[in-house]
């Protein structure tokens, strides 16, 4: 959370900026004021604190207590520090495990305003589900796909802009579409998905929420990433990213409940190397 004020800063107006440097260097008190009592020690107004809680892409002054409260509960240690060329192998390693770490926490702090039920519902009831992933989100949507599609619902991936543009096309009503995107600015991703939502469809997005794609989106999974500028480390967000799914695709198993289980029953027996007839039989 506080990862998150600080990469806000440059954004906010002069009152914002003075709102978040105080939060910055008193943390503790911040969490524990009242509304009234931030505006005072800011030397602001009430819905100007207000404003800033909602340009962090939360609720309102209440919502912005409980992160805090939050953020404060993690462990000191998962802090993030940059990798420098100078840096010894083990020193690098333990960046590395370090920045994902923070990954993964931030996101689990974050987890009760998420909407997973809304989600899970949505997904529950559809006809087919669709993970779009361009670059390295390309990746993470290849790996929810093949998580998902054990639980019986066809899904795909798509990784490119001529298919997404193209199943866009041809989506129908309560077809779900989950986009990945750490910017949330590929206009193209934003066109197909206006196009699903005309259709009848549904956008479920992992995103920035301050992006165009959060704009267009039904159910959002707000994805504030601060990723290390460093050549040398690789992006932390995709951890939690996959996480985030991997905790849906278990969501949603429990809310389809026996014929999930049958299914995932199937598709391991399926990998037996008794049940599979070696190659040579064919």
């Not at 794609?213 to 959002?220: E, F, N, S, T, W």
Request: aromatic residues 6%.
């Amino acid at each position: 959370m506080l990862k998150q004020i600080e990469h806000k800063i440059p954004s906010l107006s002069r009152s914002g900026q003075r709102i978040a440097k105080w939060v910055i260097d008193h943390p503790k008190q911040a969490a524990e004021s009242t509304l009234a009592g931030v505006a005072r020690e800011c030397a602001t107004s009430e819905p100007t604190v207000i404003r800033f809680c909602r340009q962090l892409g939360l609720d309102g002054f209440r919502d912005f207590t409980i992160r805090m409260t939050e953020a404060l509960s993690q462990p000191v240690g998962n802090i993030h520090r940059d990798v420098r060329a100078d840096n010894t192998a083990a020193d690098a390693v333990i960046k590395v495990m370090d920045s994902s770490i923070a990954s993964l926490v931030e996101i689990r702090s974050r987890l009760s305003s998420m909407p997973v039920d809304e989600a899970v519902a949505a997904m529950a009831l559809t006809r087919q589900i669709c993970f779009v992933g361009m670059g390295a989100s390309g990746h993470v949507a290849g790996d929810a796909w093949h998580k998902f599609f054990r639980l019986g619902i066809p899904c795909n991936s798509l990784t490119d802009l001529p298919s997404l543009l193209q199943f866009s096309a041809i989506a129908e009503q309560g077809d779900v579409f989950f986009v990945i995107s750490s910017s949330g600015q590929w206009p193209e991703q934003i066109r197909a998905a206006e196009l699903v939502r005309s259709r009848g469809g549904t956008i479920i997005a992992l995103t920035n929420p301050q992006s165009d794609l959060a704009a267009v989106a039904d159910i959002l999974f707000a994805s504030n990433d601060f990723e290390d500028t460093s050549v040398y480390t690789p992006m932390s967000s995709r951890l939690a990213q996959l996480a985030l799914l991997d905790a849906l695709q278990v969501s949603l198993a429990l809310v389809l409940g026996e014929s999930a289980v049958e299914r995932l029953s199937n598709t391991k027996t399926a990998l037996l190397q008794d049940t599979v007839r070696p190659l040579k039989e064919y």
